[in-house]
């Protein structure tokens, strides 16, 4: 899912997962979560210095307050009675990294048909812009302007990110990264060609803009480094200025202007 399901995934990047099983019974979920809780003690760690990698798992359905792992059963379940747009959304970026090929092929299969089972309507188009503004408002702290926040700011790496997601529920158009989708978009006559070179270029400037920055300010995800307020925004002291700009080399292109229609 996210960043690691479109194969995007940056120094500052956590790996967001689903973790599923084949199973109806009370001991397969319950071997399902013992296995999942063991995973994340693995890699996370229970401090950064000796974490492998950082899993999230807070996409799974029911989010913080739902198992660790869910069976295909109830994930179809959810899906079918409860599944929102975002988690339509999101799971246009699913992607398969491990487990039995049965279990696999009917994971795909059943993420397939929640995201593209119906058209994407009005509403559900009004949903995701609302969601988006909704996430610009609580997660970019006070304290960081948003003309240079890389990740969530104006023309930033999710601004990218969101118009790619909501053109392609707009027109059928499948794909799990965001490179990839814009071409596909664009190869389709869903976004011109001008358009779609302003989103690239924005994408890759903010995101090759925002590993330096990881890098110098030591914010890199499981290496030891402390990920959270500052770790996106541009608002260094000026020595920590002068070495970003040093590992970013020449001049490239600002962040884009908003284009989602």
């Not at 059963?73 to 975002?86: L, N, V």
């Not at 610009?136 to 926040?149: A, G, W």
């Not at 799990?176 to 779609?196: H, N, P, V």
């Not at 307020?229 to 600002?254: C, K």
Request: with cysteine.
């Amino acid at each position: 899912m996210g960043s690691f399901g479109g194969a995007e995934i940056a120094y500052g990047s956590d790996l967001d997962v689903l973790l599923v099983y084949e199973g109806t019974s009370a001991p397969d979920a319950e071997t399902a979560e013992q296995a999942a809780s063991a995973l994340l003690r693995l890699c996370n760690g229970s401090t950064p210095a000796e974490g492998i990698v950082r899993i999230d798992v807070s996409l799974r359905p029911e989010g913080r307050h739902g198992p660790l792992a869910r069976s295909l059963d109830a994930f179809e379940e959810y899906h079918r009675r409860w599944g929102e747009t975002w988690e339509r959304q999101a799971l246009l970026r699913a992607r398969p990294v491990a487990g039995s090929d049965e279990v696999v092929e009917r994971f795909v299969a059943l993420a397939d048909e929640a995201v593209w089972s119906s058209p994407l309507d009005e509403a559900a188009e009004r949903e995701i812009r609302r969601m988006k503004a909704r996430i610009e408002r609580e997660r970019i702290p006070p304290s960081d302007d948003p003309q240079f926040h890389l990740k969530l700011g104006r023309g930033s790496l999710a601004d990218v990110e969101w118009t790619a997601q909501l053109l392609q529920l707009r027109t059928g158009t499948r794909a799990t990264g965001t490179r990839d989708a814009l071409d596909r978009l664009e190869r389709a006559g869903a976004i011109g060609a001008a358009d779609a070179l302003s989103l690239r270029e924005a994408y890759r400037f903010c995101g090759r803009t925002r590993n330096r920055w990881h890098l110098v300010g030591n914010y890199v995800a499981g290496a030891g480094g402390v990920v959270g307020s500052g770790a996106d925004a541009m608002h260094a002291s000026p020595s920590s200025s002068r070495v970003l700009r040093e590992a970013s080399g020449p001049p490239r292109p600002s962040c884009a202007s908003r284009t989602a229609g």
